[in-house]
């Protein structure tokens, strides 16, 4: 069974820009969630989605925002790009919820200039 | 606060030592789960256990070993006989039934270095 996909796996933007990263879950898995990692704050839950759902949501500014689609495919958008939003995005799927295990794919390294 | 504490930064051992990795968990829900992440330097987060909050019978896979004690919060992770390859960052993890569902609550991780 493919793992989790993600694209692209580097970016680099420019402050002010906008970018939108993508998330292919394990076939059958119906929850994905995103993850920031960057080394002063650790990592940091963005939000999860199910059935197209957004189910929880973290302490990030509206700047962030997601979806899923109907195939459970994800994707994160990430506006008005500052130079702190340069980080490791994870993106996790499980089968349905945070009772099972979250299987991580390796992520976009975003970089902001 | 922190709900997912991982005290050591950083360890460092020689092969074949044996090496214990903390963590220590808050919460107050009675149902809660505990995970371990692996994280080598390709920075792709590798699972390796969960636990549910009403199984504290320790776990052994291999050279890795997990002792969960809700009396102290703690759920610890052993390797036995180290090996290069086991060099990574750790993470404990939790997550909660309660609102906070689909959320992971990492730990700042733990830099193991094994040294030849």
Redesign the interface.
Known sequence: KAGVTQTPRYLIKTRGQQVTLSCSPISGHR?V?W?QQTPGQ??Q?LF?Y?SETQ??K?NFPGRFSGRQFSNSRSEMNVSTLELGDSA?Y?C?SSLY???????????T?LTVT | AQKVTQAQTEISVVEKEDVTLDCVYETRDTTYYLFWYKQPPSGELVFLIRRNSFDEQNEISGRYSWNFQKSTSSFNFTITASQVVDSAVYFCALSEKGSTLGRLYFGRGTQLTVWP
């Not at chain 1, 919820?97 to 992520?107: A, M, T, W």
């Open positions: 929850s969630s993850y650790g990592l839950f999860e199910f189910r929880n973290g490791l994870l996790a919820s945070n009772s099972y295990e979250q299987y991580f794919g390796p992520g390294r």
